[in-house]
């Protein structure tokens, strides 16, 4: 009953910039925690960055400083601001949403968007 759609990834060379967006729609009643994963080429997906329905974030290690998680609830909406992008930073980048929704089996439940490439060369 929610779908997430991605967008913004691309090609960029190193000490660049992207901003990804991730919308949700369907039957949702409201949207609780809302986050960023990633998985580069050949290895498992990993939490980049989480925000909760009142602002609260947190980062993984390797992206404090450079990367920014926002949203906006009106819109439900979640961003992910990358700044000075390394090519570590390579991978196939996933929201997800822990939504709260009209369905009677599944009234609470966490949904994943498809992914959006991000390649940055050095």
């Known amino acids: 009953q929610v779908q997430l759609v991605e967008s913004g990834g691309g090609l960029v060379q190193a000490g660049g910039s992207l901003r990804l967006s991730c919308a949700a729609s369907?039957?949702?009643?409201?949207?609780?925690?809302m986050g960023w994963y990633r998985q580069p080429p050949g290895k498992q997906r990993v939490l980049v960055a989480t925000?909760?329905?009142?602002?609260?974030?947190t980062y993984a290690d390797s992206v404090k400083g450079r990367f920014t998680i926002s949203r906006d609830n009106a819109k439900n909406t979640v961003y992910l601001q990358m700044n000075s992008l390394k090519p570590e930073d390579t991978a196939v980048y996933y929201c997800n949403a822990d939504c709260t929704t009209f369905s009677i089996t599944r009234p609470r439940g966490e949904y994943w968007g498809q992914g959006t490439q991000v390649t940055v060369s050095s």
């Open positions: 369907g039957t949702i009643r409201s949207i609780n925690g």
């Open positions: 925000i909760t329905s009142l602002g609260r974030t």
